[in-house]
């Protein structure tokens, strides 16, 4: 038995690295509760519900028999206290001392932390299919839903994998076998009422529609194109999406051309259906037809949204991220898509993401889009979005600065990627234009508090830039700041102790009022904060014994240390 720790965003398929692979859910909800080894969520506490599996929570209430150590909820569901991920990883190897390994698996360094083997998710999926380790990726029998699936997401997933599919499902007491297609109902009336979830379909060959409610679909498989027969399918296109797959270059340009250009007939047509399944295939495999089959594929898109649209636009960040500047002529029309919540919307997303990345100058005009992204209920949506205005406003902080507010929400995500980006974007728009980001220094000075370092390390680093055009509002929130001056992160400690060096000329007395912060930091092991220190202390004439900065002044070993140590003494004296 394996005790396997897995963080969420980054790292589980819900919430992938955008450039990536990482750990399919399906293999962590198999580990649990098939294979039988200790899986534990230890980062975004959503993976408990997500893959139904332990957390931090129960980790402390199994330690101690209690959960009294936490402490009492917040009217947002925080803790009083909540264990630094490295504690969490010290609670469960103290539960599981006998386990044949400890592997955690997270998209942060855990390489130092006894008795645990780090991997970030695609070095642990390589390993895993490789056989390396001790766990096993489960058989695609292990993966097949029993009697049915279990939410409506995994039903969709399937319907994003192809147009064609073999429904079985339960019908006034008995079992049919379809091939469908699936849509979307276009008219309100056509929406089941409340109740399970519902999906339509209408069978290959004929004009019945029907729906099936989630419970009673019991099998759902895509079907390949050879498998049908015409008028139903296009069978050209079926051949050559094939050979497309199986020897890309083996395929004729102009033929490729001809076809995905014939594609914009009725848009019931099944020919027209597969010319997109083509399109997408051609994205992926063909350089030289990429730019007709995007074409293709947004052709497709002007029309009314449906499922299949999501895989489309899947396709289209496989052509971003392998040319960026094909998708630029359509920034406008990702950006609407980006803009409104539906299934599209993180694919969308997504694609401008990754044009971002390549150009930020080209998708300036997406920025309202990535803006209402930002605040998407969807954790993917939102870190997709925040990164992408980070990536605007290293070169076009004036462009980014209206989404400050959306910003400024996102840094209160439980995705800590998100907030690191957030705070970054902050960062480079406030570093332009001080003024926007004033606001905003409570929702700062809240997360020097917050579990994860690179949050607390950034959050600190803006208030110091902050506090050199704002001196009086950052210097409000001295107590919080001085409480850096003994993080386990020593950037963080070095941001805190220039932070109030820079806004302590504004209120000298709330920096003696940190008295007992400032005499410990004038042991601490980097020189840069001893130095920083001593200039407080000077400055705001500290109550820090003297003795203390004397002993710096002749024995300290870094030179800049004892020159700013003497100066502090010249100043109290």
């Known amino acids: 038995m394996y005790v396997l720790a897995f963080d969420r965003d980054w790292t589980v398929d819900m919430n992938p690295h955008p450039h990536r692979e990482a750990v399919p859910l399906a293999w962590v909800r198999y580990w649990a509760h098939e294979a039988k080894h200790e899986v534990w969520a230890i980062g975004n506490q959503d993976l408990v519900e997500e893959a139904d599996i332990p957390g931090t929570v129960e980790s402390v209430r199994q330690r101690d028999g209690h959960i009294d150590a ?10 009083e206290w909540w264990p630094e991920r490295e504690q969490r990883l010290q609670i469960l190897a103290e539960l599981f001392p006998d386990a044949d390994g400890h592997i955690v698996v997270d998209d942060l360094d855990l390489s130092h932390v006894d008795r645990w083997e780090h991997y970030h998710a695609w070095d642990f999926v390589e390993e895993v299919r490789q056989g390396n380790l001790g766990v096993s990726p489960p058989a695609s029998t292990d993966l097949a839903p029993d009697g049915g699936f279990g939410s409506e997401d995994e039903v969709r997933n399937v319907l994003a994998e192809g147009y064609v599919f073999e ?10 076998t379809h091939l469908v297609t699936h849509f979307e109902p276009k008219r309100p009336s056509m929406t089941p009422l409340k109740g399970p979830p519902a999906f339509w379909f209408e069978t290959v060959g004929s004009d019945e529609r029907f729906s099936v409610r989630l419970p009673e679909i019991e099998a759902l498989h895509p079907v390949p194109y050879e498998r049908l027969a015409d008028p139903f399918a296009g069978a050209a296109f079926a051949a050559v999406r094939e050979r497309i797959e199986d020897e890309s270059a083996s395929v004729d340009e102009g033929t490729l051309r001809t076809m995905l250009s014939d594609a914009a007939g009725d848009d019931t047509s099944v020919d027209r259906r597969e010319a997109l ?8 495999h063909r350089d030289d037809t990429r730019k007709v089959a995007v074409e293709t594929v947004f052709a497709w898109l002007a029309d009314e949204p449906t499922t299949i649209d999501r895989a489309a636009l899947e396709a289209l960040h496989d052509a971003a991220m392998a040319e960026a500047a094909v998708l630029k002529p359509y920034v406008t029309e990702l950006a609407t898509h980006a803009s409104d919540e539906w299934t599209g919307q993180t694919a969308a997303t997504r694609c401008l993401m990754e044009i971002a990345e390549a150009d930020p100058g080209s ?26 205005l980070s990536c605007i406003a290293e070169t076009h902080p004036e462009a980014v600065s209206p989404a400050v507010p959306a910003l400024t929400e996102a840094i209160q995500s439980e995705n800590e990627t998100t907030q690191t980006n957030a705070l970054a974007a902050l960062g480079k728009i406030a570093s332009n234009y001080p003024d926007t980001a004033e606001p905003i220094v409570d929702e700062l000075a809240g997360l020097l508090g917050d579990d994860a370092k690179r949050v607390r390390n950034n959050a600190v680093g803006l208030l110091t830039d902050l506090a050199q055009e704002h001196p009086a509002v950052v210097i409000e929130h001295a107590d919080q700041i001085a409480g850096r001056l003994d993080d386990d992160n020593i950037q963080a400690r070095v941001n805190a102790s220039i932070a109030l060096q820079r806004a302590g000329e504004a209120d000298p007395a709330a920096i003696r009022a940190q008295q007992e912060q400032l005499a410990a930091a004038l042991e601490d092991p980097s020189p840069d904060v001893r130095a920083n220190v001593c200039i407080l202390i000077g400055n705001a004439n500290g109550d820090v014994p003297i003795e203390t900065l004397e002993e710096l002044k002749e024995s300290d070993p870094d030179e800049t240390v004892r020159e700013r140590a003497a100066w502090a003494v010249s100043r109290l004296r």
């Open 363 to 388: 998708v300036l005009d997406a920025v309202p889009a990535l803006e209402a992204a930002a605040t998407a209920e969807t954790d993917a949506t939102q870190s997709y979005a925040v990164y992408a």
């Open 167 to 176: 429904l079985t499902h339960q019908a006034d007491d008995e079992q049919r």
């Open 277 to 284: 399944r083509l399109a997408m295939t051609t994205v992926e």
């Open 70 to 79: 936490l402490g009492e909820q917040d009217e947002y569901g925080y803790y």
